[in-house]
């Protein structure tokens, strides 16, 4: 395995790769992995919007290794940048073997959020709800 920094920081999300989330090969799916991203970015798109918001765009997901069952998957959100109504949220998925100290980078993405109303359309992000230091704002 090859050894990577894991990010010094609380993740949004750790959980647990477990056997009903493979393929015949025993690796996680895939599809499984960019959900537990898309939680992650969501959880940082609903306290960035202060409400309901919903997934429109995933870019740049490259799977770099497999995640293999028991593994312990780290995964960490940042807001970078805010639009009127949408949110741009980098995510980096990490995984660990359970008796092991050192981790590896398994992928990465872009998620686009929108915000929304009541209804389901796209609504403003509240004025008061900056970006972050380095994050940018359209």
């Not at 056997?19 to 960019?34: E, K, R, S, V, Y």
């Not at 960490?76 to 940048?81: H, P, T």
């Amino acid at each position: 395995m090859t050894d990577d920094i894991i990010p010094n920081r609380s993740p949004r999300i750790r959980t647990i790769a477990m056997p009903a989330d493979t393929n015949p090969a025993g690796d996680i799916f895939g599809g499984w992995l960019m959900s537990q991203m898309d939680l992650a970015a969501g959880s940082v798109a609903s306290l960035t919007s202060h409400g309901r918001s919903a997934t429109i765009a995933v870019e740049g997901m490259k799977f770099l290794r497999p995640v293999k069952v028991g593994d312990e998957i780290s995964l960490y959100a940042d807001l970078v940048r805010t639009g009127r109504s949408s949110m741009q949220i980098h995510v980096e998925a990490w995984r660990r073997e359970r008796d092991r100290e050192t981790g590896e980078k398994v992928t990465e993405a872009e998620f686009t959020f929108v915000a929304l109303d009541d209804d389901g359309r796209a609504r403003p992000i509240e004025p008061h709800v900056a970006a972050p230091e380095g994050a940018e704002h359209d």
